[in-house]
């Protein structure tokens, strides 16, 4: 028997539903349509695979005809989400810094997400409301909460036994975000499982402020086997705004036992293939024909067909065939002095951030010319011709148009 929509929208790619499961589906078969959000703070520029999960859902409640919206956390970003962090950070963000990170994340999360045409998402910032917020609305927000209450969190529990900080900044951000669905007055919350914490507590706000019902969806992370989270690989991101071909490649480099949860939560391949698929890979099969159809299949969803055609050629030409006089991509760069390898991989386009260029260094992922770079401040001479390697599947031929400076001139 095939799911219904509603079936596969309380069952794909879920982890938990508070209250329960029974109760959301009771009032989604009612026709009532339901107001919910996920929020997403820009502690980073980039939007990554990791996140397709909870992009993937909010676009299943949009084509039902769900009122979805899509929030930005530049007033929660400034508290500092301490959910799975092991100590207080070292620093915390200002409005206007994850303002500046969040320019884009509209447009990454519209390779996924509706923000225009028939039943648009609706996008917000809680900034918006949370720092306008009085000493009387927080006192008022506050007497909610237990101190027991807040500090039964694992993290909490985690850091006092090792003896760690526990900032009150932090401390904080559950109610900060908690009240996010009261100012937005939503039916529902969706986000990752490390987040049912602070969900929760904007369940609780809910009941006392607003009288009303506020259900909670959480999703599971995408993790291999080990726990590690899926999103970033050699301290790159697999951001949803990869080149074709380093995002095909990328996927490509991710463990096999994590083949079979990535369809499901961030593809909408059909839960009976998936089924075959799992068959399948568990008999001992080759798991290679289903990665690549992985990987195909999201460079699709994330650019389009012609671009996922042309990144498996690409693949299949340059690394199953160790073809590398095939089709590697040239750049132009211009320069007039030795360059470090962090200022090579800038000008290059390797990435957008220059701590992600710089933790892709340190792990030993950067050879130019076949020998490796691990201190982004070393200098080099480019000559024309050379080939720079970052990561396991992104090459780059470079043609140099001036000459640069000898080491020793």
């Known amino acids: 028997m095939h799911m219904d929509e509603i079936d596969e929208l309380l069952t794909r790619g879920v982890d938990k539903i508070y209250p329960s499961k029974e109760a959301l589906e009771k009032l989604l078969r009612s026709g009532k349509k339901l107001r919910l959000y996920q929020g997403f703070d820009p502690s980073g520029i980039q939007l990554h695979i990791g996140h397709m999960t909870g ?70 910032y809680n900034g918006d409301w949370l720092n306008k917020l009085s000493l009387m609305d927080i006192l008022n927000i506050s007497e909610n909460f237990s ?77 291999d086997s080990s726990g590690k989270k899926i999103g970033k690989t050699e301290g790159n991101v697999i951001a949803l705004t990869a080149l074709p071909n380093d995002l095909y490649g990328m996927v490509m480099s991710l463990p096999d036992d994590v083949i079979v949860k990535s369809f499901e939560y961030i593809t909408d391949v059909p839960m009976e293939d998936i089924k075959r698929f799992r068959d399948d890979l568990s008999s001992g099969k080759n798991p290679m024909q289903y990665k690549k159809l992985l990987a195909f299949t ?8 012609d671009d996922a055609q042309k990144a ?16 590697i991509p040239t750049i132009n760069i211009n320069v007039s002095e030795n360059l470090t390898v962090k200022d090579t991989l800038m000008k290059i386009n390797v990435s957008d951030s220059a701590s992600e260029i710089k933790r892709l260094i340190n792990a030993g992922a950067v050879e130019i010319d076949g020998k490796k770079y691990t ?28 000459k640069a400076i000898d080491p020793g001139s």
């Open 298 to 305: 999201l460079t699709k969803m994330l650019n389009s067909e």
């Open 375 to 402: 201190d982004p401040q070393q200098k080099i001479s480019l000559k024309n011709g050379m080939i720079v390697k970052a990561g396991k599947h992104k090459f780059v031929k470079l043609l140099v148009a001036n």
């Open 55 to 124: 992009l993937m859902k909010l676009r299943q409640f949009q084509e039902l005809g769900h009122h979805v919206i899509f929030l930005i956390g530049d007033g929660t970003g400034q508290a500092g989400d301490p959910s799975g962090k092991t100590r207080t950070r070292e620093k915390f963000l200002t409005n206007r810094q994850l303002r500046r990170n969040a320019k884009n994340y509209v447009i990454q999360a519209g390779k996924i997400v509706k923000f225009s045409g028939k039943n648009a998402a609706e996008i917000l």
């Open 147 to 223: 101190l027991q209450y807040l500090e039964e969190r694992d993290m909490y529990v985690e850091r006092k036994k090792s003896g760690s900080e526990i900032n009150f900044r932090e401390f904080m951000y559950p109610l900060l975000q908690g009240y996010d669905s009261v100012a937005m007055k939503v039916d529902l919350e969706l986000g990752g499982s490390d987040q049912t914490f602070n969900m929760l507590a904007g369940r609780k706000l809910v009941r006392a402020m607003l009288k009303k019902e506020k259900f909670v969806m959480t999703t599971p992370l995408l993790t």
């Open 312 to 327: 498996e050629d690409y693949f299949e030409a340059t690394f199953q065939k160790k073809d590398m006089t095939g089709d």
